[in-house]
């Protein structure tokens, strides 16, 4: 009766144990930073979408839609840049700090990679200053 017994603790206190492990949680900040560097995809696909507009708008294939892609173009580069920078310093990243629970080093990376984000809009930026000029004369 008491192998039975003990038997019985045994099995209900594992069945248990695994129920406990299958509720927890996966990391809270493993899956933020995750979610922002989706979101800093985003913001560098915008701006690089703005750039191809900005480059059709120079070519001058079309009177009518030339200014137009130019000054559109030029909105999405500076909406993805902001949201780069909204992540990087916004108040999700301020709570996660605040908060902890995160693995130092992918935080790291994370801000580098947006750093890097920031310095291709940065070289997009520099390639079409004519870009203004040619929209104010038209």
Do not use: W
Not at 6 to 17: D, E, G, P, R
Not at 44 to 64: F, R, T
Not at 74 to 83: D, H, L
């Amino acid at each position: 009766m008491k192998t039975l017994a003990a038997t019985l603790i045994f099995v209900i206190v594992v069945f248990f144990s695994q129920n406990v492990q299958a509720e927890k949680p996966p990391e809270k900040g493993l899956h933020d930073m995750h979610a922002m560097m989706h979101e800093m995809d985003n913001g560098l696909c915008e701006a690089l979408q703005g750039s191809n507009m900005q480059m059709l708008g120079q070519m001058g294939m079309s009177e009518k839609l030339d200014k137009d892609l130019m000054v559109r173009g030029t909105k999405k580069i500076n909406e993805g840049k902001a949201m780069i920078q909204d992540v990087l310093e916004g108040e999700a990243m301020k709570t996660l700090y605040k908060e902890g629970g995160f693995d130092k080093k992918v935080m790291d990376d994370l801000h580098k990679l947006g750093e890097k984000m920031l310095q291709v809009i940065g070289q997009i930026e520099k390639l079409h200053e004519g870009v203004h000029k040619q929209v104010s004369r038209k």
